[in-house]
């Protein structure tokens, strides 16, 4: 069982930045990837960014180059540093402890309830 609680959230204006941290509970940690995704208001949920056990990483093309992940197995936490946010990064930010597959991140069932990330002037 693994317990997710996403914070680092807020309103920040374009340009800014913004660090989400995803604390996870059990000591199961280390054997998943990491994703973190995203969800706008009357949008799908998408994934935005997710490392592997051994610290690969693989971004969305909206982000490439502005956010990047990063996991902390000692203190069960991934990160997801947001630089240069566009008023279409605002969403709800959820992390998950998932599976890769063929090198494809497939979701499980565990999930964050999720920070809200508003990029407003």
């Known amino acids: 069982q693994v317990q997710l609680v996403e914070s680092g959230g807020g309103l920040v204006q374009p340009g800014g930045s913004l660090r989400l941290s995803c604390a996870a509970s059990g000591s199961i940690f280390s054997r998943y990837a990491m994703g973190w995704y995203r969800q706008a208001p009357g949008k799908q949920r998408e994934l935005v960014a997710f490392t592997s056990i051994r610290d690969s990483t693989n971004y969305a093309d909206s982000v490439k180059g502005r956010f990047t992940i990063s996991r902390d197995n000692a203190k069960n936490t991934v990160y997801l540093q947001m630089n240069s946010l566009k008023p279409e990064d605002t969403a709800v930010y959820y992390c998950?402890?998932?599976?890769?597959?063929?090198?494809?991140?497939?979701?499980?069932?565990?999930w964050g309830l999720g920070t809200q990330v508003t990029v407003s002037s």
């Open positions: 998950n402890a998932g599976l890769l597959i063929v090198g494809s991140y497939a979701p499980t069932n565990y």
